[in-house]
């Protein structure tokens, strides 16, 4: 086994940033690269101001002050990156695919493959390559292919690696990971290359969390693990209607069937819809690779977890129209968050994207405030969509960092993300701001009915009637 001394990342996003921030943190003998061809995103990394960096999440900035400069350098230059590197994780990007054979479903490896070849052009010397996006079974084998194939009779150990961290959460996940995962092939060679990436995770994690396995398993064990997570949502979010219509309480019955150590209480809050990057992304890449072998079953079976996760969005939406006397046109509706959930300035796949575009197609007008989330971002999320010209979207929807003032004659409000300070806002002044008669609807489980209620708020809460 061999200790690495150098590694690469490719990627400064949300996975690499902080991942290799937590290694350079831990492992100080070794020397972390992180590269990428967004040169703002790499100038942002390297700005003086650590308010700056590209990414915001609860102790990152304190760890890039300590390791920055000393292990852990960002960098433009990808070829000098990978050819100084023992050890080359790829943390790219892989969206859903927008075009051609498996549109809508597939993930895109564009980035992947030009990443394969970047490292088999530049590379002199051996190398292990790490896996760190999430990505379809058997990519690991496409890599391979490009690699053995392209590259000077360089060797190549292909790791897979998945990424277990949340945002949000992202460096207390890593620094207390409930598992590590490798996959890497049953050669000696392969061996060598897992121990030693295992020998980097040994830094500060015990051995026991360290699992290792063949790729495959290691590949699909990521989708499966996202795939089970975003179950739970949405069988959650599927009681949640039950219960509206009933007078159960959908957060008492998640507390109910959580005792039951069989089920568990974690991942059982009832809300507006999953979003981020993940889960979506995986379920549709899970039901494509069982399409692809004919499993029509299982496919439609992964398949309805996105399907009760879209209605749940659009229930919400529709709500909100049918209460406001079936018509929403002209009227004032802040936004109380835009995150995909708390903590995060990430808005990949939000629920509050879709929720806008339901209600915009009504007419509405949307003010929107998010501690974290840039205007640019919002209008982009929205024209990324297509539903309505991008001139449209900015007469109808402005975005505001004045949250209180924001609801001055407003109609209602919507809350979308669970941003702690929503819950401390005044929320007697922000009664006496808005029209009467004053709606919140509360698609996080965030605020008290009763105290609402006596505010005088018409109150609509997620899974209570
Ligand atoms: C997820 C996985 O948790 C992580 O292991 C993986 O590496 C990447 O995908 P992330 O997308 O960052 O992480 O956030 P997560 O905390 O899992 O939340 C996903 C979505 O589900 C959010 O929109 C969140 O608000 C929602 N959610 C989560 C609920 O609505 N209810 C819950 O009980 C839990
Ligand atoms: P994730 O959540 O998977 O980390 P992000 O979009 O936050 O996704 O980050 C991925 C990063 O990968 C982006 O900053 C993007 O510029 C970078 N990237 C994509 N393709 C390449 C490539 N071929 N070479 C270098 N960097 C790349």
Not at 34 to 60: F, T
Not at 176 to 202: C, F, M
Not at 227 to 251: G, H, M, P, Y
Not at 435 to 453: I, N
Request: glycine content about 6%; aromatic content about 10%.
């Amino acid at each position: 086994m061999k200790k690495i001394s150098k590694i690469c990342c490719i990627g400064a996003g949300y996975v690499g940033g902080p991942t290799m921030s937590v290694i350079a943190l831990k492992c100080p003998e070794i020397q972390v690269t992180v590269v990428d061809l967004n040169e703002k995103r790499i100038a942002q990394w390297n700005d003086d101001n650590l308010d700056n960096l590209p990414i915001y999440e609860p102790g990152l900035k304190e760890i890039v002050a300590e390791t920055r400069g000393k292990n852990l350098f960002f960098s433009s230059d990808v070829d000098k990156g990978i050819d100084e590197a023992e050890m080359i994780f790829i943390s790219v990007n892989t969206p859903t695919k927008t075009y051609g054979k498996g549109k809508g479903q597939a993930a895109d490896l564009k980035n992947i493959e030009l990443c394969a070849r970047n490292i088999a052009k530049v590379a002199k010397e051996d190398k292990i390559v790490v896996e760190k996006s999430t990505l379809p079974v058997r990519t690991a084998e496409t890599l391979k292919s490009i690699l053995d194939n392209t590259g000077k009779g360089v060797k190549f150990e292909i790791l897979s690696n998945p990424e277990f961290l949340a945002e949000g959460t992202a460096i207390d996940d890593l620094l207390n990971a409930d598992r590590v995962l490798i996959g890497g092939d049953e050669t000696p060679s392969g061996q060598a290359a897992k121990d030693s990436l295992s020998w980097v995770y040994e830094h500060w994690l015990p051995k026991e969390r360290i699992l290792q396995t063949n790729v495959w398993s290691s590949e699909l064990s990521k989708l499966v693990a996202n795939a089970f997570l975003a179950q739970r949502v949405s069988s959650i979010n599927s009681i949640s209607a039950l219960c509206e219509k009933t007078d159960a309480n959908v957060a008492e019955v998640a507390r109910a069937i959580g005792f039951d150590s069989r089920i568990g209480s974690k991942f059982l809050n009832s809300s507006v819809g999953f979003g981020g990057s993940c889960f979506q992304k995986d379920i549709l890449n899970l039901v494509y690779i069982a399409k692809s072998f004919g499993l029509q079953e299982v496919a439609e079976y992964w398949e309805q977890v996105i399907i009760m996760n879209d209605y749940q969005k659009r229930r919400f939406a529709e709500n909100i129209v049918s209460t406001l006397y079936n018509t929403v046109s002209g009227k004032k509706i802040v936004f109380y968050g835009w995150a995909f959930k708390k903590d995060t300035n990430d808005t990949r796949e939000s629920a509050a994207i879709y929720v806008a575009d339901a209600l915009l197609e009504e007419k509405a007008q949307i003010v929107v405030y998010d501690p974290k989330v840039s205007e640019e971002t919002i209008y982009a999320d929205l024209d990324y969509l297509g539903t309505r010209d991008p001139k449209e979207n900015r007469e109808l929807l402005q975005v505001t960092k004045a949250p209180i003032e924001a609801t001055k004659d407003a109609h209602a409000i919507a809350i979308l993300t669970e941003w702690d300070e929503f819950k401390t806002y005044d929320w007697k002044k922000i009664y006496a701001n808005m029209l009467k008669p004053a709606f919140v609807f509360d698609g996080r489980r965030l605020l008290d009915k009763d105290a609402m209620a006596s505010i005088g708020f018409k109150f609509y809460k997620i899974g209570e009637s």
